[in-house]
T-cell receptor, first 113, second 114 residues
């Protein structure tokens, strides 16, 4: 069974630029999560989708971050404009349903200069 | 609101010995799940063990076991017969059953000495 796929794996941009990350969850998983993991900290949930609807985006900085999950499968997370403090690893995870075990992708490491 | 606290930023253990990682949590939900995840350096986060809060019996997975104390809101991970491959960052996580929102602790870095 294929795992959670993410791309790109690494991205370096300058502040005020925009960037987008892509996630393809495990086939059949209805719930998709985006986390931000700053170096030395645990993952922080940015947004949670159930199919193509948003369940929780309370910690998403909506003035600069946006996410969508069209057709309830793939998802993209966008940052526009990026700030230095956005430097982090962005993790995507999926589960069959909300209480189910989450499976994580390899993450996208973002460096904002 | 949910909180997860891991009070040990770093731990070390001698190969073949036993180590216990601590985790305390707080939640207003009556039903929830607790997890331990392992994140090796520059590698993917993987599930180590999972505990349903309604189950009194502590979960075990081979060399990994938990000590779940619901009243004390404590959820520690015991690694027996430690191996070099166990070296990683370990995260404790809490997930409520209502909306499934997850909260992670800040992790414990485990070093295994040969």
């Amino acid at each position: 069974e294929a795992g959670v796929a993410q791309s790109p794996r690494y991205k370096i941009i300058e502040k005020r630029q925009s960037v987008a990350f892509w996630c393809n969850p495990i086939s059949g998983h209805a719930t998709l999560y985006w986390y931000q993991q700053i170096l030395g900290q645990g993952p922080k949930l940015l947004i949670q989708f159930q199919n193509n609807g948003v369940v929780d985006d309370s910690q998403l900085p909506k003035d600069r971050f946006s996410a969508e999950r069209l057709k309830g499968v793939d998802s993209t997370l966008k940052i526009q404009p990026a700030k230095l403090e956005d430097s982090a690893v962005y993790l995507c995870a999926s589960s069959l349903d909300p209480p189910g075990t989450q499976y994580f992708g390899p993450g996208t490491r973002l460096l904002v200069l | 609101a949910q909180t997860v606290t891991q009070s040990q930023p770093e731990m070390s253990v001698q190969e073949a010995e036993t180590v216990t990682l601590s985790c305390t949590y707080d939640t207003s939900e009556s039903d929830y799940y607790l997890f331990w995840y392992k994140q090796p350096p520059s590698r993917q986060m993987i599930l180590v063990i999972r505990q349903e809060a309604y189950k009194q019996q502590n979960a075990t997975e081979n060399r990994f076991s938990v000590n779940f104390q619901k009243a004390a809101k404590s959820f520690s991970l015991k690694i027996s017969d430690s191996q070099l491959g166990d070296a990683a960052m370990y995260f404790c996580a809490l997930r409520g059953t209502n909306a499934g929102k997850s909260t992670f602790g800040d992790g414990t870095t485990l070093t295994v000495k040969p």
